[in-house]
């Protein structure tokens, strides 16, 4: 017998992370256990509650652009992890994970995590 997750009850535990902590912060660097260790200069938490594909095979990937305006980028540095809030400010922690991205060169710059570029996933029991 297969021990862990139905594929079903994941991708719904996948779908609920994503309803219960919709906003998307970017750190420099680990997010620790409490999800507020190196949070980046540019401290902007973005709603992302519509840019996410329903969950299918035990992944959820996002399906729209998350961009930040060069008015919300006021440092040079490097994207390294995102954490997931219930708020866009405060409220609660739920997920982090790391993202790949190339450096903010220039202070002013956008910058676009495009869709299809985050994914959360798990395990499934096979």
Same mark, same amino acid.
Do not use: C
């Given at each position: 017998?297969?021990?862990?997750?139905?594929?079903?009850?994941?991708?719904?535990?996948?779908?609920?992370?994503?309803?219960?902590?919709?906003?998307?912060?970017?750190?420099?660097?680990?997010?620790?256990?409490?999800?507020?260790?190196?949070?980046?200069?540019?401290? =902007?938490?973005?709603?992302? /509650? @519509?840019?996410?594909?329903?969950?299918? $095979?035990?992944?959820?990937?996002? %399906? +729209?652009?998350?961009?930040?305006?060069?008015?919300?980028?006021?440092?040079?540095?490097?994207?390294?992890?995102? =954490?997931?809030?219930?708020? /866009? @400010?405060?409220?609660?922690?739920?997920? $982090?994970?790391?993202?790949?991205? %190339? +450096?903010?060169?220039?202070?002013?710059?956008?910058?676009?995590?495009?869709?299809?570029?985050?994914?959360?996933?798990?395990?499934?029991?096979?």
């Amino acid at each position: 017998m297969a021990e862990g997750y139905s594929t079903a009850a994941l991708n719904a535990a996948l779908d609920d992370i994503i309803t219960n902590y919709p906003h998307l912060q970017l750190h420099t660097g680990a997010p620790g256990a409490a999800g507020t260790a190196n949070i980046a200069g540019n401290a =902007t938490r973005k709603d992302t /509650s @519509s840019s996410w594909a329903a969950a299918a $095979s035990a992944s959820k990937a996002t %399906n +729209a652009d998350i961009n930040w305006t060069e008015s919300e980028v006021d440092t040079t540095e490097d994207y390294t992890h995102f =954490t997931l809030w219930s708020a /866009s @400010s405060g409220g609660n922690f739920g997920f $982090s994970g790391t993202v790949t991205a %190339n +450096a903010v060169n220039a202070s002013g710059d956008d910058f676009t995590i495009s869709s299809g570029g985050l994914t959360i996933s798990g395990t499934a029991a096979s």
